[in-house]
């Protein structure tokens, strides 16, 4: 089994910076993909930066430019860095995760941090 846990949510006026972490754990070979989501209520889960094994990155056209994401695969790792954050980005974020382990590839799902944009 798998688990992936997220922090670094919060309170943070506009404008300001967080970063996010996602640690997975377990018996796991490799992970081909780490993503960040985020949903708030009402809306639709969106996509927000997608990681892939090869060094690929992929983003939202709304955080292009703010947002960052990168990994540390010796780590099982993967972060957000989310600059000149704006009211809208107020969500729960998660993380997302394509597991290569002994039941071949799985996908998993943390929990989700909260993060509020708000003077």
């Known amino acids: 089994q798998v688990r992936l846990v997220e922090s670094g949510g919060g309170l943070v006026q506009p404008g300001g910076s967080l970063k996010l972490s996602c640690i997975a754990s377990?018996?796991?070979?490799?992970?081909?993909?780490m993503d960040w989501y985020r949903q708030t209520p009402g809306k639709q889960r969106e996509l927000v930066a997608t990681s892939h094994i090869d060094g690929a990155a992929n983003y939202a056209d709304s955080v292009k430019g703010r947002f960052t994401i990168s990994r540390d695969d010796a780590k099982n790792s993967v972060f957000l860095n989310m600059n000149s954050l704006k009211p809208e980005d107020t969500a729960v974020y998660s993380c997302n995760a394509d597991v290569y382990t002994l039941e071949g590839v799985v996908n998993y799902w943390g929990q989700g941090t909260q993060v509020t944009v708000s003077s």
């Open positions: 377990g018996k796991i070979f490799s992970i081909y993909a």
